[in-house]
């Protein structure tokens, strides 16, 4: 089994659904007491989402960066970036670190156009979802990305900063994300990212009018399919 580097902590929450996520793949594949030949790296976030907000993105690479590089030295073969948003600095990371990164929009993508949709909903971090880094990437494989209206927008995102990436997971919330997803169903989504690797925790299969994409299930899927490849 070759060795996956994770990258996590942004957030602790998601970084917990990823390492059950990661560990519960092998099993599945391997049975028996197989589990995932990992190193993880989880961050402090707070510094993070602080430079976030901040704009400045040099100083999330530069953490990254050298946690990455700290990953590769203690062996891993790739390296798997436990977040959607931080994928803004993805190329820069894995020039800084000299392993192969597997992304999670490439991931998604995948899934997405092997079922054949091509209009898609995004849920995520005002980041992600107003930023070309990731709809972009969708767009060149031929998939239309809407995004939620501006209100609906800073719904999103405040709930996964201010509820989620502290373990909180409100009905309310909930019901507030389900009338998001709505809107985009009215807009013409066939199926809705969730594009924050921590809403997983407020939505699941069967939650909504659309089907869903779970970024954090396909990412770790892939993170599987490359330590048994």
Same mark, same amino acid.
């Given at each position: 089994m070759r060795?996956?580097?994770v990258l996590g902590g942004m957030s602790w929450t998601s970084t917990e659904s990823y390492y059950r996520l990661l560990n519960r793949?092998?099993?599945?594949?391997?049975?028996?007491?197989?589990?995932?030949?990992?190193?993880?790296?989880?961050?402090?976030f707070a510094p993070i989402a602080q430079a976030q907000? %901040?704009?400045?993105?040099?100083?999330?690479? =530069?953490v990254l960066a050298e946690?990455?590089?700290g990953l590769e030295r203690g062996g891993a073969e790739a390296l798997l970036l436990a977040t959607n948003t931080m994928h803004k600095v993805a190329d820069e990371l894995e020039e800084a670190c000299g392993l192969p990164?597997?992304?999670i929009a490439d991931a998604t993508a995948d899934a997405i156009v092997a079922d054949g949709v091509t209009r898609v909903g995004l849920l995520a971090t005002a980041f992600t979802m107003e930023q070309d880094f990731?709809?972009? !990437?969708?767009?060149?494989?031929?998939? *239309?990305? $809407?995004?939620p209206e501006e209100e609906d927008r800073g719904t999103v995102h405040r709930v996964i900063y201010d509820?989620?990436? !502290? *373990?909180?997971?409100?009905? %309310?919330? !909930? *019901?507030a994300y389900l009338g998001v997803v709505d809107r985009l169903a009215q807009r013409? =989504?066939?199926?809705?990212? $969730?594009?924050?690797?921590?809403?997983?925790?407020?939505?699941?299969?069967?939650?909504?009018?659309?089907?869903?994409?779970?970024?954090t299930q396909i990412h770790a899927d892939a993170g599987v399919r490359f330590m048994l490849g």
């Amino acid at each position: 089994m070759r060795m996956l580097g994770v990258l996590g902590g942004m957030s602790w929450t998601s970084t917990e659904s990823y390492y059950r996520l990661l560990n519960r793949g092998v099993a599945e594949q391997l049975g028996g007491l197989h589990s995932a030949r990992l190193l993880l790296h989880s961050v402090d976030f707070a510094p993070i989402a602080q430079a976030q907000h %901040e704009g400045d993105w040099d100083a999330t690479l =530069a953490v990254l960066a050298e946690a990455g590089r700290g990953l590769e030295r203690g062996g891993a073969e790739a390296l798997l970036l436990a977040t959607n948003t931080m994928h803004k600095v993805a190329d820069e990371l894995e020039e800084a670190c000299g392993l192969p990164l597997l992304h999670i929009a490439d991931a998604t993508a995948d899934a997405i156009v092997a079922d054949g949709v091509t209009r898609v909903g995004l849920l995520a971090t005002a980041f992600t979802m107003e930023q070309d880094f990731y709809t972009g !990437r969708l767009a060149a494989r031929g998939i *239309d990305v $809407l995004v939620p209206e501006e209100e609906d927008r800073g719904t999103v995102h405040r709930v996964i900063y201010d509820e989620l990436v !502290r *373990d909180v997971v409100r009905p %309310e919330s !909930r *019901d507030a994300y389900l009338g998001v997803v709505d809107r985009l169903a009215q807009r013409g =989504a066939d199926a809705v990212i $969730l594009g924050c690797t921590e809403l997983g925790l407020l939505l699941g299969p069967g939650d909504g009018v659309l089907p869903q994409y779970d970024t954090t299930q396909i990412h770790a899927d892939a993170g599987v399919r490359f330590m048994l490849g």
